[in-house]
């Protein structure tokens, strides 16, 4: 794995050396990439920050000045908290939630075996929160707000937050409940947490409002106050818009390649359209997508449209077309009738380790599993630092992913016949210029144009 610190841009670091006043006392519940962001973010601002999660694995990282995620900056942030005292990890929930003004339930949402999203573990945490209550002393305001971070279906901090709240609780505690919905990208994560699209606080109490306004005021944004419902479908919206404009342009890609067109150049034009078109994030020919929230959250919208008796065949035409994609680039590789394939980039994206749901880990299982001979590389992914649903994820997927891995991408394209390229860094570019391989598969349509020259060159949709 690289190790080299990574730097933000100049604003975010600027952002970074900046303090709100006064400070609050946070208990962050869950530490994978929102809460590990979240926690480095808020006590880079000056909060104490206590981190909580089961996996005593991650505690051990972020106690020691680490980060258990790949994120650039993130680790800086947690060595520079940890070393201020501002930042402390545990497996106590106790530890956490003495004092604090504010929990951030920022754990997992999985799908269901139905599409349905997962709860168990929101109301493992507010359960733990809730017997916490019952051992440690309340903060000084006595009030105690509860904010789930977490992507939940509309109704879930009504129905499983609220509840476990509402019976009589210890001398000196209130709570009140909220839903502040967050929208980091993974790979930029801390550059969005500090400059995100909007700040959305769901809640319906005027305490609640107040201190999570106090909490992010430095991110010198006005708080947009909504329903609950609205906060939790926010986030549902905004990744089901996301998914489709992934579909929409690798469609437009596979349509327009036969009539001789390179659709790259159509959706470059098309992005110039900033009053209709909306955003260029997500609207460029590629691969599928994936990942740890595209997916689950549009399983978790279509099991809530089909238990409403909602048609929604968009959604389910999106599933169709990122199934399509993965599915022609196996049926063209089978094509070459050539067997042994360099995979260059594992991760759903480039700049994390994330492989849960990742199109390019589908593409590896399934050409293995017709016989390929499969080298991958990747500059992020260290099989010793994965841990949690990310490390079962590729256990399932590939259990023998150690023997696949090269250390650099002349090793992986070492006798490659093929070269099927997700993610390209200047070293995979130079190792194609000097490797050549028979048959270049390009997935991200940026490797240049001194790459999309060589013979036996394709692009997924141009």
């Known amino acids: 794995m690289n190790g080299c610190p990574h730097a933000g841009s100049a604003r975010v670091m600027d952002a970074m050396t900046q303090t709100s006043a006064p400070s609050l006392r946070v208990a962050v519940f869950g530490l994978g990439y929102v809460g590990t962001v979240t926690a480095a973010g808020l006590a880079s601002q000056g909060h104490r920050v206590v981190g909580v999660d089961v996996d005593e694995l991650k505690v051990a990282m972020i106690r020691e000045g680490r980060s258990p995620v790949v994120e650039p900056g993130v680790e800086r942030m947690i060595a520079d908290g940890v070393a201020a005292g501002r930042l402390v990890a545990t497996t106590d929930p106790r530890e956490a939630v003495s004092s604090a003004d504010v929990s951030l339930v920022c754990v997992g949402t999985p799908s269901g075996p139905h599409g349905e999203t997962d709860l168990r573990y929101i109301a493992r945490a507010v359960a733990d929160i809730r017997a916490a209550m019952d051992e440690v002393p309340a903060p000084g305001s006595g009030h105690h707000t509860v904010a789930v971070r977490s992507t939940v279906p509309p109704g879930t901090v009504e129905g499983v937050v609220v509840p476990a709240f509402a019976g009589g609780l210890p001398a000196g505690w209130s709570v009140g409940a909220a839903m502040v919905p967050e929208f980091l990208r993974e790979g930029s994560g801390?550059?969005?947490?500090?400059?995100?699209?909007f700040l959305v606080v769901g809640a319906e109490e005027a305490a609640v409002l107040d201190a999570l306004t106090r909490l992010f005021a430095f991110l010198d944004r006005p708080v947009r106050a909504v329903a609950l419902g609205t906060a939790e479908g926010l986030k549902y919206a905004c990744n089901a818009f996301h998914a489709a404009k992934i579909s929409?342009?690798?469609?437009?890609?596979?349509?327009?390649?036969?009539?001789?067109?390179?659709?790259?150049?159509?959706?470059d034009v098309f992005c110039d359209d900033d009053k209709l078109n909306i955003s260029r994030a997500y609207l460029r020919p590629g691969f599928a997508f994936g990942g740890s929230c595209l997916p689950k959250d549009l399983r978790s919208l279509q099991h809530m449209a089909r238990t409403s008796g909602v048609d929604?065949?968009?959604?389910?035409?999106?599933?169709?077309?990122?199934?399509?994609?993965?599915?022609?680039?196996?049926?063209?590789?089978?094509?070459?009738?050539?067997?042994?394939?360099?995979?260059?980039?594992?991760?759903?994206?480039?700049?994390?380790?994330?492989?849960?749901?990742?199109?390019?880990?589908?593409?590896?299982?399934?050409?293995?599993?017709?016989?390929?001979?499969?080298?991958?590389?990747?500059?992020?992914?260290?099989?010793?630092?994965?841990?949690?649903?990310?490390?079962?994820?590729v256990e399932a997927k590939l259990p023998h992913l150690n023997r696949l891995l090269a250390c650099r991408p002349e090793e992986a394209l070492d006798?490659?016949?093929?070269?099927?390229?997700?993610?390209?860094?200047?070293?995979?570019?130079?190792?194609?210029?000097?490797?050549?391989?028979?048959?270049?598969?390009?997935?991200?349509?940026?490797?240049g144009s001194a790459i999309e020259a060589l013979p036996g060159y394709q692009g997924i949709g141009w």
């Open 190 to 197: 801390v550059d969005d947490f500090f400059d995100p699209p």
């Open 248 to 267: 929409f342009a690798n469609e437009m890609a596979r349509v327009l390649r036969y009539q001789g067109v390179d659709a790259r150049e159509v959706m």
């Open 312 to 393: 929604v065949p968009l959604l389910a035409g999106t599933w169709q077309t990122n199934e399509l994609v993965i599915r022609e680039v196996v049926e063209r590789i089978v094509a070459l009738g050539l067997r042994r394939v360099a995979l260059l980039g594992l991760s759903f994206k480039s700049n994390t380790d994330d492989l849960r749901e990742s199109p390019n880990v589908e593409l590896a299982e399934r050409l293995i599993g017709k016989g390929f001979d499969v080298r991958v590389y990747d500059p992020i992914i260290n099989p010793e630092r994965l841990v949690g649903a990310n490390r079962r994820h």
């Open 415 to 447: 006798g490659a016949e093929v070269a099927i390229v997700a993610h390209a860094g200047g070293a995979v570019r130079e190792a194609l210029l000097e490797r050549r391989p028979e048959a270049i598969m390009d997935l991200q349509g940026n490797l």
